[in-house]
């Protein structure tokens, strides 16, 4: 059993920052990656950042230079500082862990969701 616990959301004001966390516990092996996506009433959801075991990372476009993903591996932790944030960044973020469990395959993960509520 895999868990995803995040936490960090809330109601800023534009050019605000907030800082979110995700913790992954349970039967982990080893994880190949961790990242933050992001879903607003009525669009897909969308990838916002993701970084792998190697070093890499991957932003989305609209939050490069804004935001920055980093990983605690010894915590099994991923954050995202949040710096500038606009009123489009308003949206439900989501953990995911890209990982291998105890039983053995990659398996994808999600965190429950974290509100970002950004006013203008």
């Known amino acids: 059993q895999v868990q995803l616990v995040e936490s960090g959301g809330g109601l800023v004001q534009a050019g605000g920052s907030l800082r979110l966390s995700c913790l992954a516990s349970?039967?982990?092996?080893?994880?190949?990656?961790m990242g933050w996506y992001r879903q607003a009433p009525g669009k897909q959801r969308e990838l916002v950042a993701r970084?792998?075991?190697?070093?890499?990372?991957h932003y989305e476009a609209s939050v490069k230079g804004r935001f920055t993903i980093s990983r605690d591996n010894a915590k099994n932790t991923v954050y995202l500082q949040m710096n500038s944030l606009k009123p489009e960044d308003t949206s439900v973020y989501y953990c995911?862990?890209?990982?291998?469990?105890?039983?053995?395959?990659?398996?994808?993960?999600w965190g429950q969701g974290t509100q970002v509520t950004v006013s203008s």
């Open positions: 995911n862990a890209w990982l291998v469990t105890d039983a053995g395959g990659s398996q994808d993960f």
């Open positions: 349970g039967t982990i092996f080893s994880i190949n990656a």
């Open positions: 970084i792998h075991s190697d070093g890499l990372i």
